[in-house]
């Protein structure tokens, strides 16, 4: 099994719903990434999660805050969104976080309204 | 402040040619490069380099890597319909000196184009 699925693959939310996108891979890889991408521009780093404690997140608003339930698990939650934030978030994630190739999944749509 | 540049910003070729696609960084505690494709949703991965000089190859594809003069040039030989795609670029830097944290930092990516 090397694929990274998450779920929804397209989520239209409003301002004030509460939602959650969440990614699984089952290849033992022990670090995990949430990656943001506006149309025609290339991915952003959000969090990265390594062996289930948050190592890095470069500075994202608290009205998104990522989850790590276990090594196979990586939740982002979704609270009072702007629609600046639509986008296709993309979760990745790789065996550490040395120098090692990340799988990426195939993202999810957010829409906000 | 850390720079990926990724060149041409997009190509139009016919099945059948070669091109090369450029990256130039500028990234601090640098660990490697990593060419990724990107057709629809998820970019997949190509190659990661880490040392200079030494041409990674796959099928078509191949790429090597100059870290005196910071920059990677990715080949892609007898294009096919297949090929078009947003090809990324990104370097993975260390966060924490010595540690074992390191980031992605990806460049704006060079959209090709081949017409059969």
């Known amino acids: 099994d090397t694929e990274v699925t998450q779920t929804p693959k397209h989520l239209v939310m409003g301002m004030t719903n509460k939602k959650s996108l969440k990614c699984e891979q089952h290849m033992g890889h022990r670090a995990m990434y949430w990656y943001k991408q506006k149309a025609k521009k290339p991915p952003e780093l959000m969090f990265v999660?390594?062996?289930?404690?948050?190592?890095i997140n470069e500075s994202v608003p608290s009205r998104f805050s990522p989850e790590c339930p276990n090594s196979s698990l990586l939740n982002l939650h979704l609270h009072a969104l702007q629609p600046e934030d639509s986008a296709l978030y993309l979760c990745?994630?790789?065996?550490?976080?040395?120098?090692?190739?990340?799988?990426f999944g195939q993202g999810t749509r957010l829409t906000v309204v | 402040e850390d720079k990926v540049v990724q060149s041409p910003l997009s190509l139009v070729v016919h099945e059948g040619d070669t091109v090369t696609l450029n990256c130039s960084y500028e990234?601090?505690?640098?660990?490697?490069l990593l060419w990724y494709k990107q057709e629809k949703k998820a970019p997949t991965f190509l190659f990661m380099l880490t040392s200079s000089g030494i041409e990674k190859k796959s099928g078509r594809l191949s790429s090597i890597l100059d870290k005196k003069e910071l920059f990677s040039i990715l080949n892609i030989t007898a294009t096919q319909t297949g090929d078009s795609a947003v090809y990324l670029c990104?370097?993975?830097?260390?966060?924490?000196?010595?540690?074992?944290?390191?980031?992605?930092?990806f460049g704006t990516g060079t959209l090709l184009a081949v017409q059969p």
């Open positions: 990104a370097v993975e830097r260390g966060v924490n000196y010595g540690g074992a944290t390191n980031k992605l930092i």
């Open positions: 990745a994630s790789s065996f550490t976080q040395g120098s090692t190739e990340a799988f």
């Open positions: 999660y390594s062996y289930e404690k948050l190592s």
């Open positions: 990234v601090t505690n640098f660990r490697s």
